[in-house]
């Protein structure tokens, strides 16, 4: 039973912490203020770890991970992983005329095309996109792939681009994918010139996402080495777009060419197809607040993929003596 149950939560991974939330809300009024607090009844932190040349690592156990809130140490009650599990592509995609300059859109139109190749059976996608205003699904999520390469096709980038607000409503409206495994493909230069949301609000919201955000500048990487404060409508803002994925535990990727398409979506399915999964109840004591995230793992692991924190109460904190008594029997299984 308790199988039955932990793979229920694995396939709910990505869902919104938060009570029951529509999977295609209505479209925010221009003056609204994100101010509510939440406080979620279940933390699930899926994540991904790396080794050696960034290879995911798949054999994982549980004693060579720690769970961490705010520096204290906190027990989860589960543990398990998936390595091949099927995954929900929200594709989401700048169409602001900047996205017209050098050949970014047809970098764009190809790196879909990769990641619709390399689908497998139970992926759906979705696509949406935005420019001076808030996404608009283009293709509600679906097993087809025709249906998202024609949408493609028939995009055209124009206007300015209100880049955070567009990318605050994608969380909530990716839940609508079927799979526990789910991602933001964000497609995009970076630029925005028209939100009303600023950086620091984009930051907060995104705080306690559990979608991870993989965002791919579509550019030539040698251009940032020659050019590496220089943000103009032609180039990409790196920085932004690399700060924005690494706090819901995806990753930045550069490029324009096909090899760096397929290599970038190399690198996203085998985080997404092998990844692990924490969780814990919070307590319901103390105040509802951000609260930072960290792992603790053996040697072996080079890098960790993991959300930023949560948004909620206290976690349980794991006390000495039972942090004793686990080591005690980490020792005697060895």
Request: glycine share 8%.
């Amino acid at each position: 039973m308790r199988r039955k149950l932990i793979s229920l939560l694995f396939a709910l991974t990505t869902l919104p912490l938060a009570a029951q939330t529509p999977a295609t809300p209505p479209a925010a009024k221009p003056d609204e203020k994100y101010t509510e607090e939440v406080a979620v009844s279940y933390v699930m932190i899926p994540f991904t770890v790396l080794g050696e040349k960034g290879a995911p690592i798949v054999d994982l156990k549980a004693k060579e991970v720690s769970l961490l809130v705010d520096g204290q140490p906190v027990p989860s009650d589960m543990f398990e992983k998936s390595m091949n599990a099927p995954v929900s592509w929200t594709v989401l995609l700048d169409l602001s005329g900047s996205m017209g300059l050098a050949g970014k859109l047809d970098a764009a139109r190809a790196a879909v095309g990769v990641l619709l190749s390399r689908r497998k059976p139970g992926d759906d996608f979705s696509l949406f996109v935005f420019s001076a205003g808030h996404a608009r699904e283009v293709v509600p999520f679906t097993e087809d792939p025709m249906k998202i390469a024609a949408a493609m096709d028939n995009v055209k980038p124009w206007g300015k681009t209100a880049f955070f607000d567009a990318l605050s409503e994608m969380p909530e409206r990716s839940g609508a994918g079927k799979n526990g495994a789910r991602a933001i493909i964000l497609l995009s230069d970076g630029i925005d010139n028209f939100s009303r949301m600023s950086k620091a609000e984009i930051e907060k919201r995104l705080e306690g996402v559990s979608v991870p955000i993989y965002a791919l500048g579509l550019r030539d990487p040698r251009e940032q080495k020659y050019a590496p404060k220089v943000v103009t409508e032609e180039l990409t803002d790196v920085a932004l777009l690399e700060e924005l994925a690494n706090r819901t535990g995806g990753k930045l990727y550069i490029g324009n060419q096909p090899q760096q398409l397929a290599s970038a979506m190399d690198g996203i399915e085998s985080n997404l197809r092998a990844q692990y999964l924490l969780g814990f109840e919070p307590t319901g004591k103390g105040a509802v607040k951000y609260r930072r995230i960290s792992l603790q793992v053996a040697g072996r692991v080079r890098s960790v993929r993991v959300r930023a924190g949560y948004r909620g109460t206290e976690p349980p904190i794991l006390s000495a003596t039972s942090r004793g008594k686990s080591r005690s029997n980490e020792r005697k299984k060895s």
